[in-house]
């Protein structure tokens, strides 16, 4: 058993993990926050009425910067010729875009009406 990895591709791996990790671990800590933790859901500014969640805007920060990150670690691992590995990070890239993009379109469509 190696203590440190000995393949540029075992660091690009290493380096990777707490990206995934986060992915992982954020959207079911986030609802079990919720539950045991619950916050108001209305805030008042001045007239308005305006409808946020701090903890997920905290959440939403962390998958804004694992995506780009992890989209970086698929172009080093495709570019170091480990298309296995580009192929795992890329199924982990996917969701903190998908889940930004969805409510980021929530947010635009409360906004709207």
């Known amino acids: 058993m190696q203590a440190f990895p000995s393949t540029k591709k075992e660091w690009i791996a290493l380096t990777l993990f707490p990206f995934k990790a986060y992915v992982v671990v954020v959207l079911p800590f986030y609802f079990l926050f919720n539950i045991f933790c619950p916050q108001p859901l209305t805030i008042y500014f001045g007239n308005n009425t305006t409808v946020w969640n701090h903890t997920a805007e905290e959440f ?13 670690g698929l172009i080093i691992q495709l570019c ?11 199924m982990f890239a996917i969701v903190p875009f998908g889940v930004f993009c969805f409510l980021l379109f929530i947010g635009a469509i409360q906004h709207v009406l």
């Open 60 to 72: 939403l920060t962390g998958f804004v910067l694992c995506g780009p990150l992890l989209m970086l």
């Open 80 to 90: 170091a010729r480990d298309a296995k590995s580009a192929s795992r990070t890329l």
